[in-house]
């Protein structure tokens, strides 16, 4: 038990079974200093059950996680108007209708810079669908929305992305790109064999 917390947030928290569940919103709601409020949303969002297990355990342990630990799987796009999702456009379209929400899935500190963001590779323009920068962990992100199974070209375009990024855009005292691909499935044999651990893909799912 800690003093951080109040009664009511332990009165929530013991609505819950599992002891490593509670733990991690312990863990949660001291590091982030959640209210009743935000602590209540991110159970009733099952954020525990979407955050993978070495990240679960870093916190329960007091380990310090990376930026790309608290990505939840999958990622939950709102889509209140029930549209049919048929190009990367209309994904990204909803994303842009609740950016907030967006950020809130992928975890803390992230901000959005921009969409399509426009950059020129060679004699020709690439279009980043999402870039935004995590104000805790001081990089950049490159998002990239994908209507289909993740697919081995998809890593090497985020990858030239975010390349092209450290090498034109960040700072000298900034942490390297990170790159996060969002996909209608995963593909756990791609990533396996993707040698940049600074990549990661999580499917998307709409509510």
Request: proline share 1%; charged share 30%.
């Amino acid at each position: 038990m800690s003093d951080q917390l109040t009664y009511t947030h332990y009165k929530v928290l013991l609505s819950l079974k599992d002891s490593n569940e509670i733990n991690y919103y312990i863990k949660l709601s001291i590091q982030y200093n959640l209210s009743v409020r935000e602590l209540t949303a991110k159970i009733k969002n099952k954020e525990y059950e979407r955050i993978p297990e070495d990240t679960k355990n870093k916190l329960i342990n007091q380990n310090e996680s990376n930026i790309v630990g608290f990505v939840k799987n999958p990622v939950r796009i709102k889509n209140n108007n029930k549209n049919e999702i048929f190009s990367e456009k209309l994904l990204q379209k909803l994303i842009l209708e609740d950016i907030p929400s967006f950020l809130e899935e992928l975890g803390n500190g992230f901000t959005f810079i921009k969409n399509e963001y426009k950059i020129k590779i060679g004699d020709r323009y690439n279009y980043i669908d999402l870039l935004l920068y995590n104000i805790k962990f001081k990089c950049y992100v490159v998002v990239e929305l994908k209507i289909t199974e993740l697919k081995k070209e998809h890593i090497g375009q985020i990858g030239v992305y975010m390349n092209y990024i450290d090498k034109n855009i960040k700072s000298i005292d900034e942490d390297k790109t990170i790159g996060i691909i969002i996909c209608k499935q995963d593909n756990k044999y791609i990533i396996k064999y993707c040698s940049d651990d600074r990549i990661i893909a999580r499917k998307y799912e709409l509510v």
